[in-house]
């Protein structure tokens, strides 16, 4: 069984390290703000939405961000896709990579 998620927004950003000391943690919000921006920079690619996002053991997050591909005419049939954007503890950019394709008018059953 996978590990659960953690809390989409944590009341607490301080981590406690094994040293006692403890590490500021970046907010998903923030991940989430530095995820699109970063994408944008790298691909081209306006980010629409933010489908999920999810807290790494390491301290980053992974954002899925869905795009427009290909915009069509109506625009029902336009090509969207879903990315993992994964950012590291200071927020920056760690890894990309295109998980699916599909019609705006497409859903997953």
């Known amino acids: 069984m996978s590990e659960s998620p953690e809390p989409f927004l944590a009341s607490n950003n301080d981590i406690p390290e094994r040293a006692g000391k403890s590490v500021s943690r970046l907010r998903a919000a923030d991940a989430i703000g530095a995820a699109k921006e970063q994408f944008a920079v790298v691909t081209g690619l306006t980010p629409h939405a933010v489908t999920g996002v999810r807290g790494r053991a390491d301290g980053g997050w992974s954002v899925l ?3 427009v591909e290909l915009a069509r005419i109506p625009d029902s049939t336009s090509v969207l896709a879903t990315y993992r ?4 503890g200071a927020g920056e950019l760690s890894a990309c990579e295109r998980l699916r394709r599909f ?4 859903t997953d059953l």
């Open 65 to 67: 961000v869905d795009v």
């Open 85 to 88: 954007v994964d950012v590291d």
């Open 103 to 106: 019609t705006r008018g497409a």
